[in-house]
């Protein structure tokens, strides 16, 4: 077997190999190939064959992790229902304290208009047109108009 580089202008530098075959070096090769096929084939038959013990999954392992995930999604539901309920008592609250403030409102503006009216009552009632002192010239005043 000879060795020849490739020189070629543009060309990888990689060998050529020139082959004679040797009858010689063909049988050996032979021998070898077929000694490393019934090798392969034996410890294939010997991997195949061999006993095995099977294989323990210890349980207590996937059984702590089932109650540990079970014990999560309890408390998982338990903390949004807790949620819920306290939303739904603070949405409660907050509507009873809407509806007092307007009840309040409301009577704060009946109370006021009350106010309004007792005072109107009052202020018709003492006044007068004209000063008691200044009574006797509007009453002339009156009769001189009516003629």
Not at 3 to 8: D, E, I, Q
Not at 28 to 50: C, I, K, P, T
Not at 63 to 84: H, K, N, P, R, T
Not at 116 to 133: G, H, K, N, Q
């Amino acid at each position: 077997m000879s060795w020849k580089w490739n020189t070629a202008k543009g060309a990888r530098l990689m060998p050529q190999i020139e082959t004679q075959i040797d009858p010689e070096f063909d049988q050996e090769f032979e021998q070898v190939l077929r000694d490393f096929r019934a090798n392969a084939h034996a410890w294939s038959e010997a991997a195949h064959s061999r006993p095995r013990r099977p294989v323990v999954r210890s349980r207590g392992l996937r059984l702590a992790v089932a109650w540990a995930l079970g014990c999560v999604l309890a408390a998982g539901g338990f903390s949004g229902a807790m949620y819920e309920h306290h939303r739904r008592e603070a949405m409660a609250a907050l509507q009873a304290l809407r509806a007092r403030e307007a009840q309040q409102q409301k009577q704060a503006a009946q109370e006021r208009a009350a106010d309004e009216d007792l005072l109107a009552a009052v202020d018709s009632d003492i006044s007068r047109e004209v000063p008691a002192a200044m009574e006797p010239l509007a009453n002339l005043m009156d009769e001189d108009t009516g003629q």
